[in-house]
Each structure stands twice: as C-alpha cells, then as structure tokens.
C-alpha cells in the first residue's frame, strides 16, 4: 500500500482530481450559459468570433470543438437569426468566412460580460495570484500528455517547433 504523500501525487489521483475539477468547472459553465438563453455551440461561436475575429468554418469548428457538421449546423442557426453571416474568401473562393454581424456583436457582449462574472463566482476558491500559476501547470500537463498521444515522427517535429517558438524564432 502507498503511503499518503506518494498516493496524492499518483498520475491515478491527479487525474481523478483534474477530472473531478473540470466536471464542476463544466457544470458552472454549463448552467451560466444556459441562463443566458443560450446552447453552449452558439454561445461558442459568438464568443469565439468576437474574439479571433472572422474564421473559417472550419478553424471555427476546431476552436469551439464541434464537429464539421455541428459547426455547419450552429452556423447556419446563427445566421438565420441574424447573428452571423457567411462570406467569400477572397483567397480561396471555395472557403467560407464566419463574420459576427452589429446585432450578433450586440447580443454576445454583454452575454459574455455575465458568463465572465459567473465563472469568477465558480473559481472563488482560488486566489488571482495562485491562477497565473494553476494555469501553467495545466497547459504544461496538458501539452506533455498530448505529445505523448502523437507518434513517435510527429512528437520530435513538434517539440522542436515548439522549442522555436518559445525561444521567439
């Protein structure tokens, strides 16, 4: 049997414990969402096109983790409520930009302002100065363990990219 200390740094309970963490995240995200009178893929997109800026459908897709044909139905939700709207790349006709429109930027905004302030209610467990911290413990989990998922020729080519990237070349 483990002892205690070494129990509680176990991969095992450290996952069980992020698991656990993420659940509860979810669920306050989740039911702020909800009570804004939206579905989580919507407010998704509106939130990721204020932000990023107008996307093609499918790098809109990734960032909001929907699936082609999740994103193509959420968009095409979006758009005919006036949210959206679909354009040409002028690059590539075959490609689709995802543009917020003035009414779609008016509704997401101050939906977004209340999501915010709901999701600092959730993390009041952790003070601002520990965040920064907790933050980059967890996209350094998180990188390290997707990099254990790719294959051996990607992981090289990709650790290297990002050691580029780190040092600003």
């Not at 995240?25 to 997109?45: K, N, P, T, Y």
Request: proline share 4%.
């Amino acid at each position: 049997m483990m002892d205690r200390k070494k129990a509680e740094t176990a991969g095992i309970h450290v996952w069980l414990v992020m698991w656990k963490a993420t659940r509860a995240l979810e669920a306050h995200a989740q039911r702020s969402i909800q009570s804004l009178g939206m579905c989580r893929s919507d407010f998704g997109v509106l939130e990721a096109l204020l932000h990023k800026g107008p996307l093609p459908v499918s790098a809109l897709g990734d960032k909001v983790l929907l699936t082609s044909g999740s994103i193509t139905t959420a968009v095409d939700r979006l758009e005919r409520r006036g949210y959206v709207e679909r354009r040409g790349d002028a690059a590539d006709r075959r490609a689709r930009i995802v543009h917020l429109t003035e009414s779609g930027s008016r509704v997401i905004r101050p939906l977004y302002a209340e999501h915010v302030r709901a999701m600092e209610r959730a993390l009041t467990g952790v003070p601002p100065q520990r965040r920064a911290t907790l933050v980059g413990m967890v996209r350094e989990l998180g990188r390290t363990a997707e990099t254990l998922l790719m294959p051996r020729s990607e992981t090289a080519g990709s650790s290297s990219r990002r050691a580029r990237k780190e040092r600003g070349k």
